[in-house]
């Protein structure tokens, strides 16, 4: 497990073009959808996500529940560089959570359940949330990020149907399979 090997508290991210406000505001008019909102939806088994800013930010919004307290709508940063998922202070400010000394919690996340940390303290996405690569494993997601000329394009699709195998883990044929690639002029 990634507990086991990478130290959550000391991972850190560059994201001094993504704030709370940015995510209130801008963020949420892109995805037409209202950041940390309460909602009825539990699970998602297809959600388009945007590109967002010069950086190429993918964020995609998720319903996170935690305890029995009604589901909210969260964005999160799709990072792939990162094995584990982080949620900001704000959003367990919004849910009425204290956090343990732990600093994790187990939360129900596109009604799937996860482990989540607090960014750590000096790290420089305190205010963001981040989607691990375990989760988007744990769930069997297909994520597929697409750039054209007209503009940036991303949609994750969970199976749920990722089963862990033995030590040795084969990686499935869908990963790599490719359409059709086209380059523009010659190589």
Not at 16 to 37: C, P, R
Not at 68 to 96: A, H, L, M, Q, W
Not at 124 to 130: A, G, I, M, P, R
Not at 166 to 179: A, G, V, Y
């Amino acid at each position: 497990m990634p507990e086991d090997n990478y130290p959550s508290n000391m991972y850190d991210l560059l994201l001094i073009d993504l704030s709370s406000k940015a995510l209130h505001q801008e963020v949420s008019e892109m995805l037409n959808v209202t950041y940390l909102a309460e909602t009825t939806q539990k699970e998602l088994k297809e959600v388009k996500a945007i590109v967002y800013g010069p950086n190429y930010r993918v964020i995609v919004s998720l319903p996170v529940k935690i305890g029995r307290r009604t589901s909210r709508n969260v964005f999160f940063i799709v990072d792939i560089g990162s094995p584990v998922t982080y949620i900001c202070e704000e959003v367990y400010k919004k849910f009425k959570v204290t956090l343990p000394d732990s600093k994790s919690y187990h939360i129900l996340l596109n009604n799937h359940p996860t482990i989540t940390h607090l960014p750590p303290s000096k790290s420089h996405f305190t205010e963001n949330n981040v989607l691990g690569v375990e989760f988007l494993k744990s769930t069997g997601a297909d994520f597929i990020l697409k750039f054209s000329e007209e503009r940036e394009s991303a949609f994750i699709r969970f199976n749920n149907k990722y089963e862990v195998q033995s030590q040795q883990q084969s990686i499935p044929k869908h990963i790599f399979q490719l359409e059709e690639i086209s380059w523009p002029g010659k190589i």
